[in-house]
């Protein structure tokens, strides 16, 4: 006797949700915040901490009038508003006013980033991975995956503003009220939305995560160089055409003005609506832009691990090699004021005098050289950890099935990894060198700040060994690299105007490198930090051919 069982056909997503396209929505945005529990107040706090510390540096940095009217003055020149902000902050320059016209361009390119990966994390990641195909044939609207991940991108942004909010107006600076704390927290909440929409655009035209985070990441970067051009020029147009330029256009503490901020929701709103008619012009893991057809037949090079690696890498290498080129000749245009800027300024000129140097421009580029080197520490570390992402994507199984060795794959990234950061070193130096020998007038300082940058090269390659080791013995840890970047800012630049001990300036590998060109070259450090690095990475590549494969 045979029992027939039948079971019901699933209905069509469609036919469940009755056509709601945001069906779902709620529950995804709860999912999201449950998955970036720790990633979005890591954010949350950095930025917001970061504020409340350069705003308390100020009062211990320009107590004296005397300093801020110096700073004035150094500021008050194309290079210096380009660095910072329009002129109209100069004019009543207290604690506000800084904090609005030095700290606000900037916080807006970080918290752009933080809302640019908020989005492209939760909407084209999950189609790469497979995961949104899957969530979709369930209960779930078209438009939900993307209606989600803007919510929490708003979210993390209103949060940001209402913490910046109350932190700002309960330290009692001069210039720092609560209405201007209102608007300073609202105008970063402003911008990162806006970026937020800019990436819920750049995610339908492509099908990959990386070029869909570089594009908006690009967007962002435009936005900078015309509020920076803008800022330079006599008129300022340039920067209506920029995000950031309306929100330092509020001069927040100084008019407080409120409605640059609808500029912001107008084009948010456009490109939010452009977002979703969009995502109905493609299919499921597809993007607008259509995959560009390879050649039939791979080149030489690309036919060898270091050459595949080195294609993975390109687009990434090129952006941070311009981007920090274009750092370091703009703290190079400022090199020559230095010494009218920070010779009145007392903890500033401690900290110099701890580095040493013929001259405070040496000393002051000795200090600059940590920012840029942290910077090309970000680049590393994120190519170190590509063989980590190729892995979870299940894209390294195929190629380690061949006759590939595990120790060729990812030696070829990290060779990728620590040439790379070489190079973008070198970028770096040559901008600083060819702007800062310009605006100090000494030709001899441009051989001397190329050495500076390319002496940070083992302290890098130390940082790729750490990252390795976490790939190879502790993968799911991966991301505890970021510590060494983070860690080296903290002790090397803050820490020389706070006074941090020297041992905490000794975990750090970048405490040990010569601080050229104030102090002489010595290459026993160097020698050794090779020597650590080499050890890292044979340790890091002993642990990956010891554990198991992650596989899909």
Known sequence: MTTATTTKAPASAAAVTGGNALAGTRTLIRFALRRDRIRLPVWILALFLGTLSTASNYKTLYADPKDRANVVETMDSPAGLAMSGPRHYLDNYNFGSMLGHQTLGFMAVLVGLMSVLIITRHTRAEEETGRAELVRSTVVG????LAAALSVAVLANLALALLLTFGLSGMG???????????????????GIVFAAVAAITAQV???TRAASGMA???????????AAGDSGSSG??????????????????????????????????CTATGFVLSTRRDVGAGLRPEKLGSPVASEALGTPLGFALRLHRGMLIGFGAGLF????????ILGDADDMLKDIDQIQDALDRI????IAESFASMVMVVITVVAAVYVVMAALRPRSEETAGRAEPLLSTGLSRGRWVGSHLAV?????????????LGFGISGAASTGDGGLFLKLVGAALAYAPALWVTVGVAVVFFGWFPRASAAAWIVPVYAFVVGYLGQILQFPDWMNNLSPFGHVPQLPAADMSWTPMLLLTLVAAGLVWLGLTGFSRRDLETK
């Open 417 to 429: 990894a620590m040439g790379g950061g070489t190079l973008v070193l070198l970028l770096a130096g």
């Open 326 to 333: 274009l750092m370091g000749a703009m703290y190079g245009s």
């Open 217 to 227: 990441l690009a967007v962002i970067g435009a936005a900078y160089v015309l509020r």
């Open 173 to 191: 600076l001069e210039g720092i009220d609560t209405a201007g704390s209102l608007l300073y927290g609202l105008d970063h909440a402003a911008v």
């Open 206 to 208: 492509t099908a990959h």
């Open 237 to 270: 147009a340039l920067s209506w055409l920029s995000p950031i330029g309306w929100v330092q256009r509020t001069y927040v503490y100084v008019d407080n003005r409120w409605w640059p901020l609808l500029l912001c929701l107008a084009v948010a709103a456009a």
């Open 356 to 359: 040493g140097g013929s001259s």
């Open 142 to 145: 078209r438009h939900a995956h």
